[in-house]
């Protein structure tokens, strides 16, 4: 069975799987990062905006045909209320009447059913190309942006904007295409064959863009190799380009910063929700913190603690915080976390993750 694989959810808070590109979120390789920043500011992270504001795009990501614009600290929207893409509280998406609209489109409870799932309405399948069909999402011609588009044995093959079946360990791949393997793997640009995650040594290539690659304690350097993790953090003077990792921007202080989790001690978060999406037949959707999702339903303390293992670790928390507000906070302040929380009465939610707790894609 094959599974919707994603490399980050939410970008520490916002998107993930989609995938973490934090070089493309800046305009400049001089600028520093303030570790507290206020409404109107550029930031990469939610927990760096002060208060109750998010860290958005204004422009939709999954839009053709239309630039970025950098991140900037922004007010977080209720439901009905106006939006740009991952500004409404979680739970909610932002809901556009039309696939793009300079005005901004509408929080919903939407986006939560998977391909052959239960809907009323074409805006409940994840899918922007499914429709509603006799109550069930069903595809349009296998038609995708990303992978939220597609099945959970699927991926969106985005050279060809059609959703493709997921290949297995062992199977060939694309490693252009590093989501085209199935949930806890990825295509090994070695070998172009799909590999169990946290597999390649120190010294290996590996894909700049995943944080699940290297062997545990190691991680993929902006050189594209697997390294192992030193604490001590590098000057950098405004300079990000001198920092090890494509996550690591250089902060105001002239230390480089990274902006996920370099340091991932253990691969259980991952293999815990591979095996609740396999034995539910599920995936990760585009709103997967509405209390309809299947994965909210059936995974909730699994995706939880892989978001967490996901975050940034404790050292750059000291760094990247408004208010005591720290990245596994807002993680543990999802529904989809606070759901697990308050029916096993805090149990199963990772120590770190006990006091107080927010996300978005």
Request: glycine share 4%.
């Amino acid at each position: 069975m094959k599974i919707k694989i994603i490399f980050s959810i939410f970008f520490i808070l916002t998107f993930i799987h989609n995938k973490l590109f934090v070089n493309s979120l800046f305009n400049s390789s001089n600028i520093c990062f303030k570790s507290c920043s206020v409404i109107g500011e550029q930031c990469i992270t939610d927990n760096q905006c002060i208060g109750d504001s998010k860290c958005l795009k204004k422009i939709p990501s999954y839009q053709f045909g239309h630039s970025e614009s950098p991140s900037k600290c922004s007010i977080i929207r209720n439901l009905n209320e106006k939006c740009n893409e991952n500004q409404c509280s979680s739970g909610l998406f932002c809901e556009f009447e039309w696939f793009y609209s300079s005005e901004g489109g509408s929080c919903r409870n939407t986006r939560f059913s998977l391909i052959d799932e239960d809907c009323s309405s074409f805006r409940d399948c994840s899918s922007l190309f499914a429709d509603c069909i006799n109550g069930k999402c069903k595809s349009n011609q296998n038609k995708c942006f990303v992978d939220f588009d597609c099945s959970s044995n699927q991926y969106c093959n985005t050279g060809t904007g059609k959703c493709e079946i997921f290949s297995k360990i062992n199977q060939p791949c694309n490693s252009s295409l590093p989501q085209s393997c199935e949930f806890g793997s990825f295509c090994s640009i070695n070998s172009n064959i799909c590999q169990q995650s946290f597999s390649l040594n120190q010294g290996d290539k590996c894909n700049t863009q995943s944080q699940t690659d290297c062997k545990l304690n190691s991680f993929c350097s902006s050189n594209g190799i697997c390294i192992k993790y030193d604490e001590n953090k590098n000057d950098c003077n405004g300079n990000e380009n001198i920092c090890d990792s494509s996550y690591s921007v250089c902060g105001c202080d002239s230390q480089c910063h990274s902006v996920v989790n370099v340091n991932i001690k253990s691969s259980k978060p991952l293999t815990d929700l591979r095996d609740c999406l396999i034995k539910y037949n599920i995936s990760i959707v585009r709103n997967s913190n509405s209390e309809n999702s299947t994965i909210y339903k059936k995974c909730s303390k699994e995706y939880c603690q892989y978001l967490t293992m996901l975050s940034i670790d404790n050292n750059d928390n000291n760094y990247f915080q408004c208010t005591n507000k720290t990245s596994t906070n807002i993680i543990s302040n999802l529904p989809i976390c606070l759901k697990d929380n308050n029916n096993n009465n805090n149990n199963n939610i990772p120590p770190s993750l006990n006091h107080s707790t927010n996300m978005n894609r």
